[in-house]
């Protein structure tokens, strides 16, 4: 009996190990995907807040500036954490998405709408879920589209137990 129950002993340790190192590696994999907020969207901003400062228009580089700020600072308190609230990262990607249109000189337009629910609610998202989905909707959709009208739509719905991004 003592061999049976050292087995199994060893055997809950083995499987706890195992389910350790597996969320260890997620976590991992959330940070390096939150890390890459872009280097090349940071670099694009800064360079074109420094193009509003050389072309002498200090009230445009002023408030990008702020957004721009207020921008990383809410991605830096988020990646604290690998969950946070819902609207604190829907709130987020409004201001990504304001930032890309006006440094794309205004070339699309976008809505973004959220449940009233979820925007009240206590549910929580993985931060940036949505961001590189939305970057690329941009980056290789809307500003590659030659006709009609170049629009960015994000809807976030929740359905049944699950929220549900919807991106357009």
Known sequence: ????????????ENIRHKAELRHKISE???????????PHFIFNCLS?????????QPDKATTYLARFAKLIR???ESTKNNLV???????SLQLYVELEQFRC?????YQLIADDELLNGDYKVPPLIVQPFAENAIHHGLLNKIEGARTLFIKAALQDSFICYTIT
Do not use: H, W
């Open 85 to 91: 609230p819902f609207y604190k990262d829907f709130e």
């Open 1 to 12: 009996s003592f061999a049976i129950y050292f087995f199994v002993k060893k055997r809950i």
């Open 48 to 56: 074109a807040i420094d193009n509003l400062i050389q072309t002498n």
């Open 74 to 76: 809410s991605v830096l």
């Open 28 to 38: 991992t994999e959330m940070m390096a995907l939150r890390s890459q907020m872009n």
């Open 105 to 109: 000189g205004n070339k699309f337009f």
